[in-house]
């Protein structure tokens, strides 16, 4: 992976932390349904005018393959997300979210986009050992709707990291831009049912509704246009290397702007999952050690 890459992805992930917090501060207020779907509406917008500048076509002829892409990428991972931030604090999912690189790696394998290796077996294993330190020892309270919100965090991730090696299939058929905007687009309608049942309750107060504006923008639209432009020119586990960045982003943003607490778990469960990123994506400046790792396993 080139420097260039990996700086726009360490960027990527400061913007993808920072909508966890943005999360927090809507669904409680709009409501899952109807800020998932609204989120959606604003990338599509946004992409739809892209598309309009750079004279790009809408890809129809794909549309069954931008529905599974956007079922897997966004509207379900957009929606669990959104319903878990009103049991877990956003540095909870962004942490949680780490899990994506974990399931694109078999995802990867399966889809032979991918080797799975030993080292990278071991990167899983200190994965979910971070998740479950995260989990049992952080600062919230263990009951029912905290493990429920954390296995909707950990299916989302989930459809993350499986959606990616298909995106990167995707890409020999479609412009990064064409499907940004067509997986967004296809999202709208998937979402609309459950944001029509539920609009009712929704209270559409000015910090919401900022929150949409920024999620829809830019870390749904423009970002989702960025990272798949990077996918086109590295491989799927590269481009999400620094997803395990994303909860130093995640964490740093929900201390610093909602008051989150910090403690000894989230510490030491994000302590080992910095390691899994380190054996599972190779990207670090250990590579030697990583190397001497992979000849006595």
């Given at each position: 992976?080139?420097?260039?890459?990996?700086?726009?992805?360490?960027?990527l992930?400061?913007?993808?932390?920072?909508?966890?917090?943005?999360?927090?501060?809507?669904?409680?207020?709009?409501?899952?349904?109807?800020?998932?779907?609204?989120?959606?509406?604003?990338?599509?917008?946004?992409?739809?005018?892209?598309?309009r500048?750079?004279?790009?076509?809408?890809?129809?002829?794909?549309?069954?393959?931008?529905?599974?892409?956007?079922?897997?990428?966004?509207?379900?991972?957009f929606l669990?997300?959104?319903?878990?931030?009103?049991?877990?604090?956003?540095?909870?999912?962004a942490?949680?979210?780490?899990?994506a690189?974990?399931?694109?790696?078999?995802a990867?394998?399966?889809?032979?986009?991918?080797?799975?290796?030993?080292r990278?077996?071991?990167?899983?294993?200190c994965?979910?050992?971070?998740?479950?330190?995260?989990?049992?020892?952080?600062?919230?309270?263990?009951s029912?709707?905290?493990?429920?919100?954390?296995?909707?965090?950990?299916?989302?991730?989930?459809?993350?990291?499986?959606?990616?090696?298909?995106?990167?299939?995707?890409?020999?058929?479609?412009?990064?831009?064409?499907?940004?905007?067509?997986?967004?687009?296809?999202?709208?309608?998937?979402?609309?049912?459950?944001?029509?049942?539920?609009?009712?309750?929704?209270?559409?107060?000015?910090?919401?509704l900022?929150?949409?504006?920024?999620?829809?923008?830019?870390?749904?639209g423009?970002?989702?246009?960025?990272?798949?432009?990077?996918?086109?020119?590295?491989?799927?586990?590269?481009?999400?290397s620094?997803?395990?960045?994303?909860?130093?982003?995640?964490?740093?943003?929900?201390?610093?702007?909602?008051?989150?607490?910090?403690?000894?778990?989230?510490?030491?469960?994000?302590?080992?999952?910095?390691?899994?990123?380190?054996?599972?994506?190779g990207?670090?400046?250990?590579?030697?050690?990583?190397?001497?790792?992979?000849?006595?396993?």
């Amino acid at each position: 992976m080139k420097t260039r890459h990996f700086a726009q992805l360490v960027a990527l992930s400061a913007l993808w932390g920072a909508s966890f917090m943005l999360i927090r501060i809507a669904s409680p207020v709009l409501g899952p349904n109807v800020l998932a779907l609204m989120r959606v509406c604003a990338a599509t917008i946004t992409l739809a005018i892209l598309m309009r500048l750079l004279r790009h076509r809408w890809p129809h002829s794909h549309w069954r393959e931008l529905a599974g892409l956007g079922l897997l990428s966004v509207a379900m991972p957009f929606l669990l997300f959104s319903w878990a931030a009103l049991h877990l604090p956003a540095g909870y999912s962004a942490l949680l979210n780490s899990t994506a690189v974990v399931f694109g790696i078999f995802a990867s394998a399966w889809l032979k986009e991918d080797t799975l290796t030993k080292r990278k077996l071991l990167g899983c294993i200190c994965g979910f050992a971070g998740v479950a330190l995260i989990v049992s020892l952080g600062p919230v309270k263990p009951s029912l709707e905290v493990a429920l919100a954390a296995l909707a965090c950990v299916v989302a991730s989930a459809c993350y990291g499986s959606s990616t090696p298909l995106m990167k299939r995707a890409l020999t058929r479609m412009q990064p831009l064409e499907i940004a905007a067509g997986i967004h687009a296809a999202s709208v309608l998937l979402l609309v049912p459950g944001a029509v049942w539920t609009w009712p309750q929704a209270q559409f107060t000015p910090p919401a509704l900022a929150a949409v504006l920024v999620m829809g923008v830019v870390t749904s639209g423009l970002a989702y246009w960025l990272h798949i432009r990077i996918l086109s020119q590295v491989s799927p586990v590269a481009a999400m290397s620094p997803t395990f960045m994303i909860p130093v982003f995640g964490v740093a943003w929900g201390h610093i702007f909602l008051g989150e607490q910090l403690s000894a778990g989230i510490f030491a469960g994000g302590a080992l999952v910095l390691v899994a990123s380190a054996l599972i994506t190779g990207f670090n400046p250990w590579q030697k050690w990583l190397d001497y790792v992979d000849a006595k396993l």
